[in-house]
């Protein structure tokens, strides 16, 4: 299944089913899975048909009441040779296309759903999902289990058989987080509580076309019912890979693509309530020094496992498979563990790097104003004049007899002499010639570059309906940031701050007096601004001090109800030009 299929594209359309559409097969699948929760004396002709080949189909398996799909059977294989008595959750109501999670994430009779954990709304646009955590922070969060691979110093090491522990604990959630959304209109006795579960083949390193073929790893997502809204989420960003029972959807059997590495991420939030004691963690007295730095041990027995903050738990083995309990239903973390663990296949597998290195080569410009003198000392290169430069690209160049070349392949890109100026309000190019004054006029869309590579153009103001000169340096500066995990800023040092910059008219009616209420706003004593006595017996930060972040300037200079009336009469005097 190609990646625009598993988001739930063909040839560039939607083909995810309609709603209406879906209810029919919610059905069948409940009854599939085991639940009957619509009453028997109302059936359809569907449900009964289908009722009666589901009979039949279970009659056929019931040597093996609860068989596992083959990447299932991987992970289990995981867990029977590292652990003892642990079991993926059976019997898990599977997503098997795109689009299903979304519908069972609401009740069919009502348009919003809430839980602890989730709130959801159906809306205009499909449905919204806002869950309770919206954690932005990472620190503690990351616990790797002790006995697979070497654990960073930077991570959390946890006892293998407090792993185990957690895993047991996972599996077997409360009641009211197993509740699926869809049914929970119903009547107590037939609302369906169940595991929910998604299949995922992220791909990891691309296809080379002639060299080598795209690769990609399995990954099964495991969820409490009423947390369904997180596979809607995850399928949404990474797709959906379909039933996994089915072969042709096993990774197993597409040698040329299955890199081999199996994942599993399994939500379970309520395990920030458990006791670090009833975990099986040593006390304090009896921990070894890393314990005690990673809070692994305990003084008192109500202590708390990461003191019932969120975190995550993992554990990973060079056989090529990766095991996540998730304390949280924070989308972000899902995302974030999928990324994970594709960067975990990549440093398997080798040949390939999911968090790349980024950067930008920056070239600087500048506003030239009206004018451009060829003989200005940021143009010049000495010993480099507009002959050299002919000699060298004459290749390339289509050289005029008024001394100035044209670019053969881009012919708005103009080679000018090196004593060459420009002026914008004459809209002319003048250079002295051998035998007499040379000149050209200064287009738009036009590039002209100097011996040296310094480049100008004409370029419209963004904020006015003015023209000037640009100017654009020849030797670039290379901003690089290497390898980092998510979030670490690649992408950031190579985007535009155009959007950032505001352009508007300054008008200023006294110059002496406005600039005089300048200096009495940096000069002024900001520690009496506070209601509170307490706030105002802080140290102040001077306005200009290196210690304020242009945030703390815009609370400073912003009326607020913290602030003393009297200050903030005084923010309101100022006028808006100053």
Not at 137 to 164: C, M, N, Q, W, Y
Not at 382 to 408: S, W
Not at 440 to 463: A, N, T
């Amino acid at each position: 299944m190609d990646l625009k299929t598993q988001l739930g594209f063909e040839n560039g359309k939607s083909v995810l089913p309609e709603y209406q559409d879906i209810l029919p097969i919610i059905q069948l699948k409940l009854m599939a899975t085991g639940f009957k929760p619509y009453p028997e004396d109302e059936p359809t002709l569907f449900t009964s048909l289908s009722a009666d080949l589901i009979r039949k189909i279970q009659a056929k398996f019931r040597s093996v009441p609860d068989p596992l799909c083959p990447t299932d059977q991987r992970l289990q294989a995981c867990l029977d040779r590292n652990f003892v008595g642990l079991a993926l959750p059976h019997r898990t109501l599977h997503m098997d296309f795109h689009g299903l999670a979304r519908a069972l994430s609401l009740p069919p009779d009502r348009d919003e759903f809430k839980s602890p954990h989730v709130e959801s709304y159906r809306v205009a646009q499909g449905v919204l999902h806002n869950p309770a955590s919206d954690r932005r922070t990472t620190v503690g969060t990351f616990h790797v289990a002790e006995g697979g691979l070497p654990i960073p110093a930077d991570k959390k090491a946890v006892p293998l058989a407090t792993f185990a522990r957690l895993f047991q604990h996972a599996a077997q959630p409360p009641e009211e987080l197993l509740l699926l959304p869809f049914t929970s209109t119903l009547p107590a006795a037939r609302r369906v509580k169940v595991f929910t579960s998604l299949f995922l083949r992220p791909r990891v390193s691309p296809e080379v076309p002639g060299l080598s073929p795209y690769r990609d790893m399995e990954i099964r997502f495991f969820a409490p019912g009423s947390l369904i809204s997180n596979l809607d989420f995850v399928e949404s960003i990474f797709g959906n890979a379909g039933d996994p029972y089915l072969p042709e959807n096993d990774p197993g059997l597409d040698v040329e693509h299955f890199c081999g590495v199996s994942g599993m991420v399994l939500l379970a939030p309520h395990l920030t309530r458990l006791s670090k004691k009833e975990l099986g963690l040593p006390r304090f007295r009896d921990a070894t020094s890393r314990q005690r730095r990673d809070g692994m041990c305990w003084k008192s027995a109500q202590e708390l496992y990461n003191e019932g903050q969120a975190f995550k738990a993992t554990f990973r083995d060079a056989g090529g498979t990766i095991v996540t309990l998730l304390a949280d239903n924070y989308f972000g973390y899902c995302k974030k563990e999928v990324k994970t663990q594709i960067s975990f296949a990549a440093n398997l597998i080798g040949r390939c790097e999911e968090e790349h290195s980024g950067g930008a080569l920056v070239f600087p410009s500048y506003n030239l104003g009206d004018t451009v003198q060829g003989a200005a000392q940021f143009i010049r290169l000495h010993g480099f004049g507009f002959k050299t430069m002919a000699r060298r690209l004459q290749a390339t160049l289509d050289l005029r007899p008024e001394g100035y070349a044209v670019d053969r392949k881009f012919p708005r890109l103009v080679y000018l002499p090196e004593d060459a100026e420009i002026d914008l309000q004459e809209q002319r190019i003048s250079w002295k010639n051998v035998e007499s004054d040379a000149s050209l006029r200064l287009l738009p869309d036009h590039i002209y570059l100097y011996p040296s590579g310094y480049k100008v153009r004409m370029e419209k103001h963004p904020g006015a309906d003015t023209w000037r000169l640009v100017g654009t340096v020849a030797e670039g500066t290379l901003c690089h940031k290497p390898c980092t995990v998510s979030g670490g800023g690649k992408s950031e040092i190579s985007k535009s701050v155009s959007d950032g910059i505001l352009y508007k008219n300054v008008y200023i009616q006294d110059l002496k007096r406005d600039f005089d209420q300048v200096e009495k706003i940096l000069s002024k004593d900001y520690s009496d601004r506070f209601r509170t006595p307490a706030r105002r017996k802080e140290a102040s930060r001077s306005f200009l001090s290196p210690r304020r972040s242009l945030g703390s300037v815009v609370r400073l200079l912003t009326p607020s109800p913290v602030y003393t009336d009297e200050y903030n009469r005084w923010l309101r005097r100022i006028p808006q030009h100053v």
